[in-house]
């Protein structure tokens, strides 16, 4: 099959890997349709964090092909979400909602596992991990939220459950990328009253606004945090959800959230510091990292499906696979926010 290869810091090609095969009864063999490029994808192509040299991407939908004789939850034919991590759903952690740390686990387009950015990935623990989704005659537009799910937008709902996010809440959205743009979604799906989007990018202060943002901060750093503070009259917001990474995106959200919230944190950490003193004397908590993916996608393909929410709007650079170095270096030029990858049809 071709694929995508990672062959070092800056080095993105396609070419041959075997064609996966079922190694186990529990697996599960998908063609994958749509897939795309991750931000984290980006920070392995840069040669920032460590990545195994072989397949890569971690985020796609498909159509199954074959499966184990012990797999009964999804059959030839049909329409599947992955999750971008694969789960045994039998483990403590899984039994607990934490899929996304599953002691039996791992993630896909790693360590030899097959890629999304591929044209068909082997999948372990198919019952536990795949995600069934009713029909086949989707929209374009809705095929392309199902690929949101995979990752970014169910990592974007981690934000804002992570910082309990209720009905009237005012919201920080640290960070404009695809999983904060998500995490707009999600906060007005939960019932935020007031979203602040922290953005420099017209186009996606337009796509934060379009998705439910009542407000835009352009200002980073110190500066954001005296504007939203002044914005809410000097006592903060009642969720702060962090969707970057840095030191700085972390002080911003610490900075802006009020006494007794949660800041919700699911950026990739690079230099990022947890300031205990914050935390300590204005009893400010933190949560989030790997998103349990699999655990949200129940509850968020029906919004998908009948068009109530609409991820997939992220996606504004496309590609073949032939065209995956451009895709990547489209999202690291700061073109696309997200590139999509058509695979098969």
């Known amino acids: 099959m ?7 810091p800056g080095d993105i090609t396609v070419g041959e890997r075997p064609d996966p095969r079922l190694q186990h009864q529990t ?9 795309c490029v991750c931000g984290s994808d980006l920070w392995y192509y840069r040669g920032v964090n460590p990545h ?3 397949p890569i991407g971690h985020e796609f939908i498909g159509i199954v092909e074959q499966t184990g004789a012990e797999v009964s939850t999804v059959r ?9 991590t694969f789960c045994d759903g039998t483990c403590a952690n899984c039994a607990a909602g934490w899929t996304g740390n599953c002691l039996n686990g791992g993630s896909f387009g790693n360590h030899g596992v097959d890629g ?7 999948v372990p623990f198919a019952d536990a991990t795949l995600f069934a989704v009713p029909g086949r005659d989707h929209s374009d537009a809705v095929m392309k939220s199902l690929v949101a799910l995979s990752d970014v937008m169910c990592t974007g709902h981690h934000a804002a459950v992570s910082a309990a996010v209720k009905p009237g809440d005012t919201v920080a959205v640290v960070g404009d990328g695809a999983v904060g743009l998500c995490a707009v979604i999600a906060a007005k799906r939960l019932g935020a009253e007031r979203i602040i989007a922290l953005s420099r990018n017209p186009a996606r202060q337009a796509l934060a606004e379009q998705f439910g943002a009542t407000d835009i901060v352009s200002e980073r750093g110190d500066d954001a945090t005296k ?15 962090e969707c970057v990474g840095t030191g700085q995106s972390m002080a911003t959200a610490f900075g802006v959230a009020r006494v007794g919230s949660i800041v919700g944190s699911v950026g990739v950490p690079h230099d990022a510091v947890v300031p205990i003193q914050t935390v300590i004397f204005r009893n400010i908590g933190l949560r989030g990292g790997v998103a349990p993916a699999r655990r949200y996608i129940p509850d968020l393909l029906d919004d998908v499906v009948t068009g109530r929410i609409n991820p997939g709007l992220v996606f504004d650079h496309e590609t073949s696979l032939d065209g995956i170095h451009d895709a990547y270096t489209a999202m690291l030029e700061r073109r696309a926010t997200k590139s999509l990858v058509r695979i098969s049809g």
């Open 76 to 84: 030839p034919g049909d329409l599947v979400v992955a999750p971008f």
């Open 116 to 122: 999304g950015q591929g044209e068909y990935v082997r």
């Open 2 to 8: 071709r694929a995508t290869i990672y062959g070092g």
């Open 52 to 54: 195994a040299l072989g």
């Open 27 to 35: 697996d599960a063999i998908v063609r994958v349709t749509l897939g």
């Open 227 to 241: 504007v939203i503070m002044d914005m809410t009259a000097g006592v903060g917001v009642d969720a702060a959800l």
